[in-house]
C-alpha cells in the first residue's frame, strides 16, 4: 500500500513562498512517477507538476512554471513543490499524488495524499 502525507501548508500573504514536501517511508516510493495537483473552492481538481521515478524529467503546468518547482530527494524519500511569489489565487488544497503515466492528468492517478491547505490572503 502507498500512503502519502503532504507536509508545509498554510496560510501566508501575497508574494511570499511556500515549500510543501510529500513523504513515504521505504524504497518502494521512489518507484513511482509523483506529483502535485491542487484543488481550489469549487474548481476540478488540476494539475500542477509531476516528476519521473527516477527524477530525470519533470513537467510543470504552464500557469505556474514561471514560479513553481517539483524535485524529489532520493536518499530521504521527499517529493517537493516550491512554490514562490504565492497569489490569492493559489488557495487550494495541495495534493500529493503517485503512480501514473508521466507528465500525469487528475484521472490517471492512482495514489493521493490527504492535501494540505494553502491559503493566500491578499
Known amino acids: 500500500q502507498v500512503l502519502l502525507v503532504e507536509l508545509g501548508g498554510g496560510l501566508v500573504q501575497s508574494g511570499s513562498s511556500l515549500r510543501l514536501t510529500c513523504g513515504r517511508s521505504?524504497?518502494?516510493?521512489?518507484?513511482?512517477?509523483m506529483g502535485w495537483f491542487r484543488q481550489a473552492p469549487g474548481k476540478e481538481r488540476e494539475f500542477l507538476a509531476s516528476?519521473?521515478?527516477?527524477?530525470?524529467?519533470?513537467h510543470v503546468s504552464d500557469s505556474v512554471k514561471d514560479r513553481f518547482a517539483i524535485s524529489r530527494d532520493s536518499a530521504r524519500n521527499i517529493l517537493y513543490l516550491q512554490m514562490n511569489n504565492l497569489k490569492p489565487e493559489d488557495t487550494a488544497v495541495y495534493y500529493c499524488?503517485?503512480?501514473?503515466?508521466?507528465?500525469?492528468?487528475?484521472?490517471?492517478?492512482?495514489?493521493w495524499g490527504r492535501g494540505t491547505h494553502v491559503t493566500v490572503s491578499a
Open positions: 499524488a503517485a503512480d501514473f503515466p508521466f507528465p500525469g492528468t487528475t484521472g490517471q492517478v492512482q495514489y
Open positions: 516528476i519521473t521515478a527516477d527524477g530525470g524529467d519533470t
Open positions: 521505504g524504497r518502494e516510493f521512489w518507484s513511482y512517477n
